[in-house]
């Protein structure tokens, strides 16, 4: 590889460090590798994301603070942060990076590093985006947990009209600064036959601003983008959903046990366990090259059922059937 094609700083990794943070690489323990983990949100919504992740590495024999140390770094929301944050992980240095919370993380860790290895975890399609050259065949220093996000879309409307039949507009919550979805929900509600209204909140205000408008504009329903800002607003987005008679559906599981109506989509604490497999095959010697990027295939409906009774809906008993888990 050319000296050329280096970035400095990835250069005196390469070298192990001493010259970048002296002090810290003389505190790590000999033999002991560093794993970087750049959040997108907010470290207590992602708990238990980040537990599915240390399971993982638990699996391929990785230990956290026994074999291997953790860098933690959250945006909390704040992506511009994210350039700054991948740097320092690099400068760390780090032996691999866990990118969370979707496409922002993932671009902010290529650009800060083209030789340390970065798993990610996706909502979308990673070939599509850019991040890998093809699911199989990744290439280059980059592979990671693909979520099925349209596969996943189409479902969250059919379980929106099944609790509102009569639905024909239904409204979707995005964060415009990490908008994935909007393509998938496009496309959904085509083939379901509802009108689409696509609403962006980026800041607590926003999110107030949104619910103050249904008063004028109310959908029948509303779909939450499971994105790392909207995931630590649940327990307000819940209970202004509530407030304003709306049902809801989101991706994560964490909506529903916040007090949203419904949630269905990949279960995320599996995807970060599968994501810390990952990690740790990269730390024994295997190639981000050479993994393919996993499907996650654990899916789960989560019902809150004392949401429903506060928004007078009777939900079908084949519903509820449906379930994986009805919260009481």
């Known amino acids: 590889m050319q000296f ?35 959040g997108g949100g907010s470290p207590h919504p992602f708990a238990p994301a980040v537990a599915g992740f240390r399971r993982g590495l638990n699996e391929i024999g990785i230990v956290e603070g026994k074999t291997a140390a953790i860098e933690y770094r959250w945006a909390e929301g704040r992506y511009d942060r994210l350039p700054t944050l991948a740097d320092e992980l690099v400068r760390r240095p780090v032996a691999a990076i866990l990118a969370s919370g979707g496409e922002l993380p993932t671009r902010a860790a290529m650009a800060a590093t083209s030789i340390i290895p970065i798993v990610f975890t996706y909502v979308g399609d990673p ?27 189409t479902k969250q409307l059919g379980l929106l009209r099944e609790v509102v039949p009569a639905a ?20 959904g509600t085509r083939s379901v036959g509802i009108q689409l209204r696509v609403l962006g909140a980026a800041t607590e205000y926003e999110v107030e601003e949104t619910f103050a408008s249904f008063a004028q504009h109310r959908p029948d329903a509303l779909l939450i983008q499971a994105e790392p800002f909207l995931v630590g607003r649940y327990s307000q987005i819940a209970s202004l959903a509530t407030q304003h008679m709306i049902p809801t559906i ?22 970060y366990r599968q994501a810390g497999i990952y990690v740790g095959r990269i730390l024994k010697g295997e190639k981000p090259a050479d993994l393919p990027v996993a499907q996650s295939t654990r899916f789960e409906l989560v019902i809150n059922l004392k949401t429903a009774k ?8 084949t519903l509820l059937a449906l379930a994986d888990e009805v919260i009481e």
Not at 8 to 36: D, K, N, W, Y
Not at 128 to 139: E, H, K, M, Q
Not at 168 to 187: F, G, T, Y
């Open 4 to 38: 050329d094609r280096l970035k400095r700083r990835e250069f005196i990794t390469l070298l192990g460090g001493a010259a970048v943070s002296p002090l810290v690489a003389h505190a790590q323990q000999p033999g002991m590798p560093v794993v970087g983990f750049l």
């Open 310 to 317: 506060a928004l007078s809906i009777a939900l079908p008993t």
């Open 168 to 187: 024909s507009i239904i409204a979707v919550l995005v964060n415009p600064a990490s908008d994935v979805i909007s393509k998938d929900l496009q496309v």
């Open 127 to 153: 070939v599509a985006a850019g991040l890998v050259a093809s699911l199989n065949r990744p290439g280059g220093n980059v592979t990671g947990v693909n979520f099925f996000a349209a596969e996943a879309v």
């Open 250 to 271: 989101c991706a994560s599981r964490a909506f529903a046990t916040a007090g949203g109506l419904m949630s269905y989509g990949a279960s995320a604490p599996d995807a």
